[in-house]
Every structure is written in C-alpha cells, then in structure tokens.
C-alpha cells in the first residue's frame, strides 16, 4: 500500500456510487470529489464520514509531503467498508428493481383508476 494507491481506491469508490447512485454523465467518469457533492447524501452517515476521508486522502495524494501523513490502515478500512456496501448492487438487480417500481407504480394507477370509475358509477346510481 503506498501513495500511488490512493487514486484508483478513490476512482474505484467514485464509479461504484456513480453506478448505483447516479449522478454521471453517460461516457464521464467523475472523481470522488464530484460524486461526494453530487450524492454523498446517499451514503449512510458511517459512510459518509468513511467517503469524506478517501476523499481527503485522495486531495492529499497529489502533494508526496501530505501524502505521507495519510493513515493508509484507516484508508484500507474506509476504502474496504465503502467497496462491501456499494458493490452487492449489481446491474441485474438494478434492472428488476427498476421493473419492480415501474410496475408498481402502474398497478398503483390502475387501482386508482378503478376506484375512480366505482366512485363515478356510486354517484351516478348504477351500483
């Protein structure tokens, strides 16, 4: 683990919340910085605080004197406990979740949609 690591844990972090979250642009990969103010609000607070020192390491990295103050035990952890609960998400599961909010929200509508029409029918006696 050295200095040179610090970039790809951050890219690695940046396009798994840029996956899951959203918030790039097709072709574009923000760095973790952008995806942090774009959706870090996403993030569950542990993480959070977790994405915020990547993040920092990641600044720091570009400076080898900061660089070296960078606690790489914490960054391993950070970068290790952000990859585990950004990852299980995979593209397949994206889809049928996706499937799933479509479809409910039509079903949703067709039951408004006939609760409407029964409505109409009570009010006008053909019931």
């Given at each position: 683990?050295?200095?040179?690591?610090?970039?790809?844990?951050?890219?690695?972090?940046?396009?798994?919340?840029?996956?899951?979250?959203?918030?790039?642009?097709?072709?574009?990969?923000?760095?973790?910085?952008a995806?942090?103010?774009?959706?870090?609000?996403?993030?569950?607070?542990?993480?959070?605080?977790?994405?915020?020192?990547?993040t920092?390491?990641?600044?720091?990295?570009?400076?080898?004197?900061?660089?070296?103050?960078?606690?790489?035990?914490?960054?391993?952890?950070?970068?290790?406990?952000?990859?585990?609960?950004?990852?299980?998400?995979?593209?397949?599961a994206?889809?049928?979740?996706?499937?799933?909010?479509?479809?409910?929200?039509?079903?949703?509508?067709?039951?408004?949609?006939?609760?409407?029409?029964?409505?109409?029918?009570?009010?006008?006696?053909?019931?």
């Amino acid at each position: 683990m050295g200095i040179e690591d610090i970039r790809p844990m951050a890219d690695e972090v940046a396009s798994l919340m840029a996956s899951r979250y959203g918030g790039a642009k097709r072709g574009q990969q923000p760095d973790l910085e952008a995806m942090m103010h774009k959706r870090g609000g996403a993030l569950p607070r542990r993480l959070r605080r977790e994405a915020m020192f990547l993040t920092q390491a990641d600044r720091m990295s570009g400076n080898p004197k900061l660089a070296r103050q960078v606690d790489f035990t914490r960054l391993e952890r950070a970068h290790k406990a952000l990859t585990t609960y950004l990852r299980p998400l995979g593209q397949g599961a994206r889809l049928q979740g996706g499937f799933i909010s479509w479809a409910s929200g039509v079903v949703l509508g067709l039951l408004v949609l006939a609760a409407l029409a029964v409505w109409i029918m009570l009010q006008r006696g053909l019931i």
